[in-house]
């Protein structure tokens, strides 16, 4: 079984940034993932990395705002968030894959979820 245990959230204000973490234990994974979810909103895809920090994958709607990175040592995976928006309000989600880092629907281990609110 895999544990994923996400920090970092908080409020912050437009044009601010944040930094999240996951710590993950358990089974070995091939990718880690970032996703999100806004009141009323489904979940979408934010960001992934490989195991390996090479391949990485970001929606548009965050690309040259947000870096993700993996720190194998730790088996954590960061989320840095700068230029923050009130649309990036939302609970962000964790998640690891057993599969390859585009494949999204392959994301089969969650975290619990850490809540950003980026006020106006």
């Known amino acids: 079984q895999v544990q994923l245990v996400e920090s970092g959230g908080g409020l912050v204000q437009a044009g601010g940034s944040l930094r999240l973490s996951c710590a993950a234990s358990?089974?070995?994974?091939?990718?880690m993932g970032w996703f999100r979810q806004a009141p009323g909103k489904e979940r979408e895809f934010v960001a992934a990395?490989?195991?390996?920090?090479?391949?990485?994958s970001y929606a548009d709607s965050v690309k040259g705002r947000f870096t993700i990175s993996i720190d194998n040592a730790k088996n954590t995976v960061y989320l840095q968030m700068n230029s923050l928006k009130p649309e990036d309000t939302a609970v962000y989600y964790c998640?690891?894959?057993?599969?390859?880092?585009?494949?999204?629907?392959?994301?089969?281990?969650w975290g619990q979820g850490t809540q950003v609110t980026v006020s106006s």
């Open positions: 990395i490989g195991w390996s920090g090479v391949s990485t």
């Open positions: 358990g089974r070995t994974f091939n990718a």
């Open positions: 998640a690891v894959t057993r599969g390859v880092v585009t494949e999204h629907s392959t994301y089969n281990y």
